[in-house]
């Protein structure tokens, strides 16, 4: 089943202290993204990946970091979170073409800093 | 500023009727629009979707519908299902740039299905 997975679902942290969001798929894309969904505001881009070692910043980036080793990983790093951190993650992918491919999306995750 | 506008944060249809929803963007780099459906805890999902040289695009009870000289697009559900309820995203791309370099979000719209 073509899926992209997101571990954990739930996270409640600390201000400070650094967390890995995991982010998968397996259909093989070349474009990864994550974006972050908060009230009022919808669906803001993190950052993107188009391809193995190729990343860039997406609306959102500040306070984030991203690593592709991996076609099927995408994780997302926040060395030090911070409360206004605090929202719904979600990671996608999608074949390398002009744009005109939908996104799949992962289930989210939530996350909270303290 | 917000580039994809969606300005109803909700909206209340009865069952069975036309349910529209709307959506406006400001960037005329955008030539690839997409709708996305949420249901709570889980994931967004694809919908539909229509290409800027395209005015109507059809898909069994949904058909989006593209104005480019008013920079509008709409969603049209017919008819509505209470399955329907869920959280509407507008999504916008610049293909031109020859790649997949991510969608613009409208902030959504959550559409009631009554009975």
């Known amino acids: 089943e073509a899926q992209v997975t997101q571990n954990p679902r739930y996270l409640i942290t600390v201000t400070g202290k650094k967390l890995t969001v995991t982010c998968s798929q397996n259909?093989?894309?070349?474009?990864m993204s994550w974006y972050r969904q908060d009230p009022g505001l919808g669906l803001r881009q993190i950052y993107y990946?188009?391809?193995?070692?190729?990343?860039d910043k997406g609306d959102v980036p500040e306070g984030y970091k991203v690593s592709r080793k991996e076609k099927r990983n995408f994780p997302l790093i926040l060395e030090s979170p911070s409360p206004n951190q605090t929202s719904l993650y979600f990671c996608a992918s999608t074949t390398y073409h002009s744009g005109s491919d939908t996104q799949y999306f992962g289930p989210g995750t939530r996350l909270t800093v303290l | 500023d917000q580039q994809v506008k969606q300005n109803s944060p909700s909206l209340s249809v009865q069952e069975g009727r036309i349910s529209i929803l709307n959506c406006d963007y400001t960037n005329s780099m955008f030539d690839y629009f997409l709708w996305y459906k949420k249901y709570p805890a889980e994931g967004p999902t694809f919908l539909i979707s229509i290409s800027s040289i395209k005015d109507k695009n059809e898909d069994g009870r949904f058909t989006v519908f593209l104005n480019k000289s008013a920079k509008h697009l709409s969603l049209h559900i017919v008819p509505s299902q209470p399955g329907d309820s869920a959280v509407y995203f507008c999504?916008?791309?610049?293909?031109?740039?020859?790649?997949?370099?991510?969608?613009?979000f409208g902030k959504g719209t959550h559409l009631i299905i009554q009975p």
């Open positions: 999504a916008a791309s610049a293909s031109s740039g020859g790649g997949a370099d991510g969608l613009t």
């Open positions: 259909m093989n894309h070349e474009y």
């Open positions: 990946s188009m391809n193995v070692e190729v990343t």
